[in-house]
T-cell receptor
Framework: EAQVTQNPRYLITVTGKKLTVTCSQNMNHEYMSWYRQDPGLGLRQIYYSMNVEVTDKGDVPEGYKVSRKEKRNFPLILESPSPNQTSLYFC?????????????FGSGTRLTVV | AQSVAQPEDQVNVAEGNPLTVKCTYSVSGNPYLFWYVQYPNRGLQFLLKYITGDNLVKGSYGFEAEFNKSQTSFHLKKPSALVSDSALYFCAVRAGNTRKLIWGLGTSLAVNP
């Protein structure tokens, strides 16, 4: 089954403790992206990647890091999480870019930072 | 400024009735328009897109959307709503000649039995 897999689904952590949210897709998609979803603010792009070793900032990149060492994986790293990063996070992938083809989204990771 | 608006935070409709979820946009160039749906506790799912061609676009789950260039709108429609259509719906548009999307804030659709 074609899918984007995120882990974990739920995570509670403490301020300052580094964490990684993993994302993997099995569709050989070139484009991958991370979004956060917050009430009243909708979806905001954090980082995206056009292909292996090519990443760029989205609209709200502060406090986040990403890497794209392999085509299928696009982990999101929070080096020192803070409470304002409490949110619902989605990884998504697309064949070429986000405007020509539809996205496939993961099921989301609900992160709480206390 | 380029933008997309979903003017209704919530839409309520009775099961079996037609539904419309509204989307208007303001972008330069030819718009690429998308609708996505988010069911409770799930990721977003692609419903349909308009890039060029027929103004009426058919998508998944019986949904369709009508592109209206003069009104800069791309409303999502379904002739007969189901309770299972209750979800959050997002409209998105390509920002000008870029490869970036601008997302609406979402419209919560509630279909009452």
């Amino acid at each position: 089954e074609a899918q984007v897999t995120q882990n974990p689904r739920y995570l509670i952590t403490v301020t300052g403790k580094k964490l990684t949210v993993t994302c993997s897709q099995n569709m050989n998609h070139e484009y991958m992206s991370w979004y956060r979803q917050d009430p009243g603010l909708g979806l905001r792009q954090i980082y995206y990647s056009m292909n292996v070793e090519v990443t760029d900032k989205g609209d709200v990149p502060e406090g986040y890091k990403v890497s794209r060492k392999e085509k299928r994986n696009f982990p999101l790293i929070l080096e020192s999480p803070s409470p304002n990063q409490t949110s619902l996070y989605f990884c998504a992938s697309s064949f070429r870019d986000e405007t020509s083809y539809g996205y496939t989204f993961g099921s989301g990771t609900r992160l709480t930072v206390v | 400024a380029q933008s997309v608006a979903q003017p209704e935070d919530q839409v309520n409709v009775a099961e079996g009735n037609p539904l419309t979820v509204k989307c208007t946009y303001s972008v330069s160039g030819n718009p690429y328009l998308f609708w996505y749906v988010q069911y409770p506790n799930r990721g977003l799912q692609f419903l349909l897109k308009y890039i060029t061609g027929d103004n009426l676009v058919k998508g998944s789950y019986g949904f369709e959307a009508e592109f209206n260039k003069s009104q800069t709108s791309f409303h999502l429609k379904k002739p007969s709503a189901l309770v299972s259509d209750s979800a959050l719906y997002f409209c998105a548009v390509r920002a000008g000649n870029t490869r970036k999307l601008i997302w609406g804030l979402g419209t919560s659709l509630a279909v009452n039995p």
